[in-house]
């Protein structure tokens, strides 16, 4: 009895035009099918490859296949070429007698599935595999019965595999932290302080991180390559704003598109948009939604200055079709304008006060805070105007019914406008505007806040630090609104005001990078928000001319390291470090100030500062994992920094020694 | 080295206070500069690409009268002109706060207040604000300035009541070396109140709001200089005796600092107040007032507490 060896072979060349790029993952997959006819005792082979359409950009697909007897005897064959697909079919009869199948080749040249995008994955990770990785379906030995049945099983098989291989992936996605509110974006270092504590777990925050998780559905393990978009769902709304042209700006994304890492997270910051309302953000892979939250984006205790009775001294104006209410404001506002207009009308019309000389309360703030965009038509133009009105402590009172004339109050003559503002002052705004050529007073409500009067100086740009993270020299505080200063520079006889401050100057040869050369003396405070509690590291970067010069930290008014060297480095442009471990610090906000010691010009040059966790010297004992993937990724391991080495840098952070 | 011991000494024994020296009210020094850090301004967005458009506004601050205090807040407007605010700094007001009180028949006291700006002052006086811790407080308004109370959602006035007398005449300027009188009264016994003054706060704004950078920069009520003096405080009425021996004890080291009493002689009046000596109070608080030992303030103070105002 004859025996066959059936063979089914089938090549997927590719004819490289381009030479390939290891760091690509081009894609390719293959198909391959033997049905047998018990009738005619034929069997039929098909095989085909294609390509994605990227990896055609470059390559034509070519595929071979040949069925071979178990001898070796080619029993049929074929071949074709094609971009960026390629089939050939082939029947074979005469096989009717063999005995034994014996695949010896089934090859599949770079099975690399499409269709496991988005939100599916391929179960065989086939997608990992390169050019060249190859799938043999092995020998087998089948009896008559088989052997007549073995098309079907290669057929079921692919089938199968094409069902089986791309799963679906859980995708979740949730709020860091969980709020729905955010306060409008750019407000105003003044603003802020009255502002701290009212929205809970976000303080002052305008901005959240929104987290997506995508886990595989049977083992709930991460994966790795979902594509997470961000963006937007329905037309954002509300915040007393009505009837705008153009485009409503609905906040920003640090990133729109972000593919889960191995951790399965793919995160992006959302920042809310300068105006009041509410947006609502969408999550999507595919297409499909995975997550969508509707954004508040307002000033919180904004109430509306009710609208007065016949016997109070005010009236409410300005409102618009585009902005139909803007008399919101905090209730110590609203309390100080009832009162003033209590008060002017008490005392500068003891003989009755009609409507037309009651004082006329403009523009407050939107029923949500944010940017009051007055112009006409209203574009949701970030400039212009009313670029206080954003946190319900200001009011334009106008001046065209409070003429500079003489009254009587209480017996003495005073002059109108100069008694008004008094009352202004008696209630709340001290530092009044008189902004006439626009006829009115812009009013500024000052309550000093508690939370200003404990916040000192004010960080750069009105966000505390990371701690821990990085600070850079030059963002040193700001004066605070108690008159806290973020900063002091020694007098060095300079007329120039400008060199009270310290000063920021490009590092030579990075210009986007800045120093502040120091004096002793010197000092600079910076505002960090401390995430958890434990001990950390000092680090600051700086160079010296001189050799011996200290300085040094302290947290809160407390020297905490005592005197460190400033790097002598022999020159002002070269840098080094000086550190100092285990500085114990409690979460929450600290103002830490490095004091340079001593006196005199030029002591040193101070680029950043990093406080990080310390942790205490012990063994190094990586996983075995974290040493695999360290050489996967091109790196060795170190046991001397205890950390992955990629040529000078360790744990992928390097730095330019 | 005993000769440098007794030199020693007799150099520290000159420099203890012999005499009283009235304070002016105390100021901090604030200073006002080009901000090193600040944000581009917004401009608008750009319609092609949704992103926010900014320039560089350039805010800075020019002193224009060191003396005087003044500067110029200037910035480049949304329309690419430069704007200006005139700036002066609260604490060139150099201010002496005189006050008295006296008792009247029906048991009403009288405070009266001078308030001088000192020839140093650059500025005129635009008010003085003065703290009193009773209900029944009525403000003369016979004189110059006119009384205005002040809203307890102020952070430095949350504390009791304060009245601010203004000055809101066309006719009136309390300039540098000249002074102001002013008064009130209440069935309220004096004690220690805090006192404030201030110049004009009011600005002439440019045509539109400041940038950010400078108003941060802006200080509000805590740039009015501050002291103490006496007013009215209600508790006083009910306070027994010892009460109010307590009271002065407790308030000496705010009379010290406020430059109301020697060192020396508060030594003697801390005894003297523990022991409740009230016939030997009157008698030392007559003796030190001769000999500029204690301010006129403190004398008020020690005749109330022992009921003889």
Known sequence: MRKYKLSFVLFAGLFCLLARSSGQAQQAFGYAAISFDEGTNTATGYASTELDYETAYYYDAEVQAHIEDEDGNVLGSGQATGNPSASTFFDVVQIVFCFRISIISSVIVAPHFLGCNGRYYDIFGFSDFWFGWWWDFGDFDFDRRTRCIFGRLITIAVIIRDIIRCLPVDISCSKVPDTNQLLPSSLRNIERPYLTGLIPQVNDADHLTIACRATREITGEPQSGVTVRFGFGDPPNGGGHAQHQGVRPQGSWSSTVVRTGSDGWASSIYTAPVFGGITQILMTVDGDEVGRANMETKVPTLARLQNPANTEGYLLIGNTQTHPDGHYGIVAANNGLRDIAADYRNTAFPNGQTDADKLNYNDQSLTWGGKFDIQTPATWQTAGDHDEHRVGINCDVSNHNVPSNTIVVNGQNVNRRTYLESVFNAHGSTRTLREFGRNHWHLRFEFGNAAAATAGSVPADGVAANVPGAIEAERYDTTGDDGTAGSFVPDNGATDPLYNYPQVLPIAGSDNQSYVPTAGGQWMKYTVNVTSSGSYSFMARAGSLTNGSTFHFEVDGIDRTGPMSIPYTGSADIYNFATINDIWL??????????????????????????????????????????????????????????CQYYGCVNRVCEVY | MMALAICVGCSSSQRAQTRVQRKPLEKQRRDYQTPANYSPRELGYDRTTGKVVTYDHKPRVELK????????????????????VLFQRGDVLDAVVTASVSKTSDNQYIYSYVVENLPTSAAYLKRFVVQNLATDVIPDNGGPFVAFKMSKAIEQFKDGNWLSFDDVSDDIQINPGQKVQIRLRSSAPPGLVECRASIETVMNGGDEEMPSALENLLPGYEDFPKGYTIGPVEDLKRFTTEERMKYMVEKLPQFRKAGWITDDAAVRYERLLKKNQTAGLVTSVDQDLQSEQVLPEFAALIRSMVNRL
């Open chain 1, 586 to 643: 409690d979460a929450g906000q600290h103002v830490i100030r490095v004091v340079v010691d001593g006196s005199g010009q030029a002591l040193g040059n101070f680029d950043y500062f990093t406080i990080n966790p310390y942790f205490p010297p012990q063994g190094c004992n990586p996983e075995p994992w974290e040493i695999q993937d360290c050489q996967n990724s091109g790196g060795s391991w170190d046991y001397g920094f205890c950390g």
């Open chain 2, 65 to 84: 009268d060191d003396k005087a205090g003044k500067y110029e807040f200037k910035w480049i407007g949304y329309d690419g002109k430069e704007k200006a």
